[in-house]
């Protein structure tokens, strides 16, 4: 969640103080490998494989909102894994472990995609523009919509690998100007945030909608009736949105991060497998500039992966045993360079992928991400 600003914090100090049962040395540090992983980068056209990060493409510095990069991933109910990447497409990751592209540039090209989320076994993402750095943002409320069919809310068919627009911002029917920033959905409702510009006046205002009808059904055009929709307050938006205190984190993110001491701060990311908006927990009230985490929960494992690639496991991956007896398991990635930092990931099978990119402040250069052999790092496959 790149509004969140992510800090890398020496392993040395994620781990200081640590009880017996987990000392420093006991969390490897995964080697340049071919055996157990492989980088890639994002290209204009897809992606490509690197030896390292430092070492790919060359990409210039541009905001987060219009380049290149990982902006969200997940699993669906099938425990299939894909990361979104913005400007770009969804990449695939299947059991096999080899990345596939779903790519559609009409759709990708000039909005900014993310906020993944599953509504009755089905995949959507959403599309917006940012008022900041998209000069084709609208935000003049005496200005109307251009294409009031442009897509919002769109469905993602992996089985197909195409995707179908559902939502538009003619169906939202927002006053001229207005632009989606932020969106969260319960698994019935939809929050959203949409911001305008009057007189060079800045405000937002909050809606709530929800359809009566399957959402895969809908049209890909604007429709009077598709949704149901509603004006909320900020107050209830920054409610849902705003990170809850980890003590309210769920029993098994806690068990699985047990061993990290309470002097460390940071806010992590949660995740069901096929499930709706992540929830945020942070370890103290100041979420600004902390460590970033990431986990998914499904039925069999759960996982997590700090932004400096610590990563900790427990469960089963699909088809095999219970790693470790059931105790937690620890690992590192591979370091990534001075500026670089770990985000989104998701596992499919015996393989994980995780988003890797080059930060600074909200710039993105370099990004990719890296296709790890869990077989061989959680059960040892030879």
């Known amino acids: 969640m790149k509004r969140l600003i992510f800090t890398l914090t020496a392993a040395v100090l994620l781990f200081t103080g640590c009880s017996k049962k987990q000392t420093p040395q006991e969390i490897a540090q995964m080697k ?23 070492r790919s493409g060359i990409s210039s510095l541009k905001p987060w909102t219009e380049t290149l990069r990982c902006s969200d991933s997940g699993i669906d109910s099938k425990g299939l ?61 005496n200005k109307s919509e251009e294409n009031p069919d442009r897509p919002y809310l769109v469905r993602c068919d992996f089985e197909n690998r195409a995707f179908f627009p559902v939502v538009t911002y003619g169906d939202l029917k927002l006053a001229s100007g207005g632009e989606i920033t932020g969106t969260r959905f319960d698994g019935k409702n939809f929050l959203i945030s949409a911001k305008y510009m009057d007189h060079s006046k800045t405000y937002f205002n909050y ?20 949704i149901i929709m509603t004006e909320t307050t900020e107050a209830a938006y ?33 995740k069901n497998a096929g499930g709706v908006s992540p929830r945020y927990f ?15 929960i499904s039925d069999g494992w759960i996982c997590a ?8 496991f427990n469960g089963a991956l699909e088809g095999r045993h219970i790693v470790n007896s059931g105790k937690n398991m620890a690992f590192r990635l591979p370091k990534l360079p001075e500026g ?13 992928a995780v988003s890797w990119e080059e930060s600074d402040f909200y710039k993105t250069g370099r990004s990719g991400f890296l296709v790890v052999d869990l077989g061989k790092v959680l059960y040892g496959d030879l």
């Open 32 to 54: 340049e490998s071919a055996r157990t992983h492989q980088w890639y980068f994002f290209t204009k056209n897809g992606f490509e494989k690197t030896s390292l990060p430092q």
């Open 81 to 141: 894994g894909c990361l979104v990447v913005n400007r770009l497409g969804i990449i695939l990751l299947g059991e096999d472990g080899v990345p596939v592209l779903m790519q559609d540039m009409e759709l990708f090209s000039d909005t900014t995609a993310s906020s993944l989320i599953f509504d009755n076994g089905n995949p959507y993402i959403t599309l917006s523009r940012s008022s900041f750095f998209n000069k084709d943002a609208a935000l003049d409320v």
């Open 207 to 226: 809606y709530k909608f929800n359809s009566l009808d399957d959402l895969k059904a809908m049209s890909p055009f604007t429709q009077e009736g598709k």
């Open 238 to 270: 920054r409610k849902e949105n705003s990170p809850a205190r980890y003590s309210e984190a769920p029993k098994r993110v806690k068990n699985l991060l047990k061993s990290i001491p309470s002097t460390f701060d940071f806010v992590i990311e949660c």
């Open 282 to 296: 942070t370890t103290t009230l100041d979420a600004d500039g902390l460590t970033h985490a990431s986990t998914i």
């Open 305 to 312: 992966v700090f932004s400096d690639g610590t990563t900790y």
């Open 340 to 352: 670089y930092v770990y985000s989104s990931f998701c596992i499919s099978g015996n393989k994980m």
